[in-house]
Structures are given as structure tokens and as C-alpha cells.
């Protein structure tokens, strides 16, 4: 399908509202969500932390509310059993001091209307001296709810004070407050308990007070605290002023009030056991070491976010209101800048047409009028530059075809010097086999000779030589099996280096396997582990690597010559690019300073009566591991054995 081109003076007007929408959108991504990474936040993360930082300061006041209250029983409690009345009247133990202690009780209670009942109880049998209040009939400990063991605890000297709050749906949750009044006339004797308890609900009704605030905001109040080891006591105040309390597993109470009673004070913003959508703050309400409260302020997500909601939808219609007149001056500004523009259009079709009298008319705007200017200006110079392009043009033909002729007569000269280089590396190449021809002939041939007469005359005519005769003899002949073993690793070094290659993918455990074997039966007197990892492949070229691998071996095998259990290893370290791997002993070893000259011919780091050989085999596997792309290095310390590395290429080079 083929497009009309749109208008200028459409592109114009589409351009610049594009402009205004992108402007506008980007406000209005900003005004949504900010700017990720700076101080600017959104309108919704606005709202929400305003709501969060005004929950957090009303908890904090209902927190310090709620230890004051706490306190405030404490200090009661305590002015009360620290009364030389009372401490006198609990030692004398008469009928009258009984009634003494029942009056001081019912006053204590009138005049701190927070508590409910009070009750005296003796720490030895558990019985009620004196009580007043709901707990006015009571006879023992047991009738007032503490069992045995827990007052057992209680009557443990230097425990001054024990705080429980009891749980009941029936008589409604109880704060219980215990001190020890200690004896008068002997200072070291807990000589009753007392014991004090208030209306939680009814103190907790009291404490707030301000609850109207909570519904000015439309919060949501929750109090809430452990009744066992796998429930959770709940007070709940709704923003209409209905509480609400009841008891759930932990499992399903509200995840604020659960990082609450734990102790971990914060914003919360998620779903509430409900799973309806919540913004909330939680503190932990730490009354004592014992008794310990969630307090949690929570408000419905979407009621919370509503005054965003209601601005931002006050700033859409603002801005829709700018799109609209940026939008129609666009319009305008298009009509303005487009008539002369389409004016130059017209001009620049006739001069395509060949007609360069063809001139644009001056505009009354500076700016179209310059360009008018420049344009007519340039319709004159067209031309000449025109003529001024084909003359360069030819001149860069004529240039380019003289410098193909050149490059042709410099490649003809470059193939020429190759033939020639050729010819001489096959002569020399040949010349290197007539040497190579040479000493294997007339150097073996000598060699021979003194090895045989050497050994004739220790046959035929050993009765008429003395030891040291037969000594000599004896070291002429190893000298001259030495030296045609020489010849023969120089032969071999020579070949390495001419010898094609023709790679293909080798099994390199197998082949180590089968070498083991074969060293393995030189020397049945000795004990070797061989450790050859199964499955390393490389490429190369197979008897060269033979060649190599052989090597390697056979010089670890030598070299643990002197251990009572030898270990020689194969392993593979790395793959990919290439791969490399290691030939490891526990042999001699030897010195880091010297491995520079490993890998040159007839260099030795062992004397040859220690360790015998002709130190030519790792040139030979240096020379066959660069000949395929690769690199040879070893590690070793004296004494502790050598590792001997090798790398060989994935792919065949360019």
C-alpha cells in the first residue's frame, strides 16, 4: 500500500502537539510516579507518607499514653505496700488489724477508681488476709486465679513486683499488678502479697480518649497482644468508636500487629488478615519485660490515596485545557512557516527542471527571507559546481585507474618473490635431507665399528686384560651407544619440523592408556599408579601426539625413578578457545630458577649417572605442541615432583 506524504504544514501541526503531548505526558508521569533516584516523589507517594508520618506521631502519643497509664498502677501499687499502716496491720494478725487491712483495701480502690479489686493473700498457705472489690468473698489464692506454682514464684525474695494480664470473654481482660510487703518487724520477710487488678477494656476505653481523631481521618485503631503460645489477644476501635475484641490463631492476625508484638516498629502497606488493601504503622508497646503490645493505626488503601486522586484529577483537567490551546496555536505557527517554505518547493521543482533562472521570491519574515536569499544565491553557483564536480571527477578516474595498474604490477612482482622463496625452501629443505642422510650413515657407520671391535676384544681376549683394561672398554662402548642415540634424537627433532600435519580428533586417555602399558612393562619391578581421566579429546595430528604424550610419560615414569610409589597423572584443566592439559609425578622435581632451559636440545637439570637420557625428548614435545598452535610450560619444586603443561587449539588456525 503506498502513503501520501503528509503536508508540511501537517507535519508542522502534528509535530509540535506531539511535542505538547510528550511534555505534557512526562508531567504527568512525574507528577504520578516522580523521579526514580532523586528527592521528587510522586502525588501518590506524597499522600502516603503524609498519612504514614501522621500515623506514626499519633501512635507515639498513644504509646507514651498507654506506659504512663501502666506506670501510674505501678507507682500506686507500690505506695501501697511500702504503707507502715499496712506492713504493721499485715504483722499484727488480729481480728481488728484483719478489718484494718479489708478498710485500707476499700479505700485504696475508691480512691484509684482504675483498679477494680485488691486482695491481700498470705505467702505461706496461699490464704486471703483481706480482700475488697469483686474479689471481696475470696478465701484462698486459688479463687482469685494463682495457682500453687506461680505463687511459689512469687514469695522469691528480692522479686518486688510481678505484671499479668488475664484473658476472659467472660469477665473481660484483666491488668494484675503484685507486689511483696515486706515485714515490719523483719526486714528479710515477704509477710503478705498484694494484689491489684484493673479493667483492661475499661482502662483502655479511658486511655482513648481522643478516639474522635480517629474518626476525623477514617482510621482504624488495633491493640493487640500474645494470649498463649499460638494465639493472639485483638482489641480493635473502628473509626464510628465500635470495639471490638477476640482472640485468633497466629497464623491469621494482621501481618503489622504480628512485626509489632515481635518488636519491629514501621510503615506497612499491604493487605490486613481481611485481605482488604491497608496503609498502616505498627510499634511494639513494651509496658514491662512481660507484658509486651502490638499497637497498629491502619486506614483502607483506597480512602487513604483519595485526596491524590481528587488533585490529580483537578491537574488533567488544567492540563487538558493547555493541550488544547497549544494545539491551536500550532496550528497557527504551521500556517505561517509553511506558505513561503512551499513557495521555495515550487522554485527548487524548476531548477530541478533545468531552469536555473528560477528565483524565490523575498519574505517579510527575516528569517525566510534570508533563506530566500541564500537559496537564489546558490540556484547561480549550482551550476559552476556542477562543472567544477565532473572535471574533479575525472581527474580521480584517471588517478585510480593509474593506481590499479600500479598495485597489478606490485602483485605480479609479490608472486614472483614467492615462487623464488618457495624454490629455495624446497632446496634447502632437500639439502637438510642429504645432511640428515649423511649423519646417519657416515657418523652411525664409525660408531658401529668402535661398539663391535669394543665388544670383540672383550669376548676373544678379556683373559688377557686386566679390570681396568675391560673398565675402559666397557666406557668406550656406552660412549658410543650414547653418542648413536644422539643421532638419532637429532633425526627425530629435524623430522618434527617437516613432517605434515594431518589433524583429526584423538582420544587422548585412550592413547596415554595404551603407552602406560608399555612403559609399564619396561619396569615390572616397580610400583606406578597411573591416574589417566577418561574422555580427553583433542585435534592433532595422531602419531605426533603419540610422540608428545609419550614423551611426557616416559620422562615422569623416569624421573619417579627413585620413589617406592609412583603417581603419574593425566588430567584435563580448561576447555574452550583451547584446551590444556597436565602430565603430573611425585618425582624429583627440580629448581624453578633453571626452567628456561627445559625445553632447549641437550640441556639437563639432572646429571645423566642419576637420571639417564640424552635431554632432547622435551624439545621434541615443545617442537610438536607449536607446530600444532599450542604452548608447552612446566611447574615443579625439588623433590616434590613436576607438573608439565600443554595447550592445544579447538580449531585449526587461518
Known amino acids: 500500500m503506498k502513503f501520501t506524504p503528509l503536508s508540511l504544514r501537517l507535519r508542522i501541526t502534528l509535530g509540535f502537539s506531539v511535542l505538547i503531548l510528550l511534555s505534557l505526558g512526562a508531567m504527568l508521569a512525574v507528577e504520578v510516579a516522580g523521579i526514580p533516584g532523586t528527592a521528587i516523589v510522586g502525588r501518590f507517594a506524597r499522600q502516603r507518607a503524609n498519612v504514614l508520618n501522621d500515623m506514626e506521631l499519633v501512635s507515639d502519643l498513644f504509646s507514651q499514653r498507654f506506659i504512663n497509664w501502666f506506670n501510674e498502677c505501678r507507682k500506686d501499687t507500690e505506695g501501697l505496700s511500702r504503707s507502715p499502716f499496712l506492713r504493721q496491720a499485715v504483722d499484727s494478725a488480729t481480728p481488728r488489724s484483719t478489718l484494718e487491712l479489708a478498710n485500707a483495701l476499700e479505700v485504696f480502690l475508691a480512691t484509684h477508681p482504675v483498679f477494680e479489686c485488691a486482695a491481700l493473700v498470705n505467702p505461706d498457705d496461699g490464704s486471703i488476709l483481706a480482700a475488697a472489690g469483686v474479689s471481696t468473698n475470696a478465701h484462698c489464692s486459688a479463687d482469685i486465679g494463682i495457682s500453687p506454682a506461680q505463687l511459689g514464684r512469687l514469695v522469691i525474695p528480692g522479686y518486688t513486683e510481678a505484671n499479668e494480664i488475664r484473658f476472659s470473654d467472660i469477665t473481660g481482660d484483666r491488668l494484675r499488678v503484685i507486689r511483696q510487703i515486706i515485714s515490719l518487724r523483719s526486714p528479710d520477710r515477704i509477710s503478705a502479697l498484694l494484689i491489684a487488678e484493673s479493667n483492661l477494656d475499661s482502662a483502655l476505653q479511658a486511655l482513648i480518649s481522643s478516639r474522635a481523631a480517629l474518626r476525623s481521618r477514617n482510621w482504624e485503631f488495633v491493640l493487640a497482644s500474645n494470649a498463649s503460645g499460638s494465639t493472639t489477644r485483638i482489641r480493635e476501635y473502628s473509626a464510628d468508636l465500635v470495639s471490638v475484641q477476640h482472640t485468633l490463631p497466629d497464623r491469621n492476625v494482621f501481618p503489622a500487629l504480628r512485626m509489632a508484638i515481635a518488636g519491629i516498629e514501621g510503615p506497612y502497606d499491604g493487605p490486613d488478615e481481611t485481605g482488604r488493601g491497608v496503609l498502616a504503622f505498627h510499634r511494639q508497646v513494651k509496658l514491662d519485660r512481660e507484658i509486651a503490645w502490638g499497637l497498629a493505626l491502619k486506614m483502607d488503601r483506597n480512602l487513604a490515596l483519595q485526596p491524590a486522586w481528587a488533585g490529580l484529577f483537578r491537574q488533567l483537567i488544567f492540563w487538558f485545557g493547555l493541550l488544547v490551546v497549544g494545539i ?58 556542477y562543472q567544477d564536480l565532473e572535471r574533479e571527477v575525472r581527474e580521480r578516474t584517471r588517478a585510480l585507474q593509474d593506481s590499479e595498474d600500479e598495485i597489478r604490477r606490485i602483485n605480479a612482482g609479490l608472486e614472483q618473490r614467492v615462487v623464488e622463496r618457495t624454490a629455495e625452501l624446497e632446496a634447502a629443505n632437500r639439502e637438510l635431507e642429504a645432511y640428515s642422510y649423511s649423519v646417519s650413515h ?48 637429532l633425526l627425530r627433532l629435524s623430522r618434527m619440523t617437516r613432517v605434515e600435519l594431518h589433524r583429526e580428533e584423538v582420544n587422548l586417555s585412550d592413547m596415554a592408556t595404551g603407552i602406560a602399558h608399555k612403559l609399564q612393562k619396561q619396569v615390572l619391578n616397580r610400583s606406578i599408579e597411573w591416574r589417566i581421566a577418561p574422555g580427553l579429546l583433542a585435534r592433532g595430528d595422531r602419531p605426533l601426539l603419540h610422540i608428545a604424550l609419550e614423551n611426557l610419560l616416559g620422562n615422569a615414569m623416569k624421573y619417579t625413578g627413585h620413589r617406592d610409589r609412583a603417581v603419574i597423572e593425566l588430567m584435563q584443566l580448561s576447555a574452550g578457545q583451547e584446551k590444556v592439559f597436565v602430565v603430573k609425578d611425585n618425582g624429583a622435581g627440580f629448581d624453578m630458577a633453571y626452567v628456561g632451559r627445559l625445553f632447549t636440545p641437550f640441556q639437563r637439570l639432572h646429571s645423566s649417572g642419576e637420571f639417564p637420557g640424552t635431554g632432547i625428548g622435551l624439545a621434541i614435545v615443545e617442537r610438536i605442541i607449536r607446530r600444532h598452535g599450542g604452548r608447552v610450560w612446566a611447574e615443579a619444586s625439588v623433590g616434590q615432583g613436576a607438573s608439565f603443561y600443554f595447550s592445544l587449539p579447538e580449531r585449526e588456525g587461518p
Open 442 to 489: 657416515d657418523l652411525r657407520a664409525p660408531l658401529r665399528l668402535i661398539d663391535g671391535f669394543s665388544q670383540a676384544v672383550l669376548e676373544d681376549y678379556a683373559g688377557g686384560l686386566d679390570d681396568k683394561g675391560r673398565e675402559y672398554l666397557g666406557q668406550i662402548r656406552g660412549n658410543a651407544q650414547q653418542m648413536a642415540g644422539l643421532i638419532d634424537d
Open 328 to 385: 491551536a496555536a500550532c496550528i497557527l505557527l504551521a500556517r505561517a512557516i509553511a506558505r513561503p517554505i512551499q513557495e521555495l518547493v515550487v522554485v527548487a521543482q524548476r531548477v530541478e527542471a533545468g531552469d536555473f533562472t528560477a528565483r524565490a521570491s523575498a519574505s517579510r519574515q527575516a528569517e525566510l527571507g534570508l533563506l530566500a536569499n541564500v537559496f537564489n544565491g546558490m540556484i547561480s553557483r549550482l551550476q559552476h559546481w
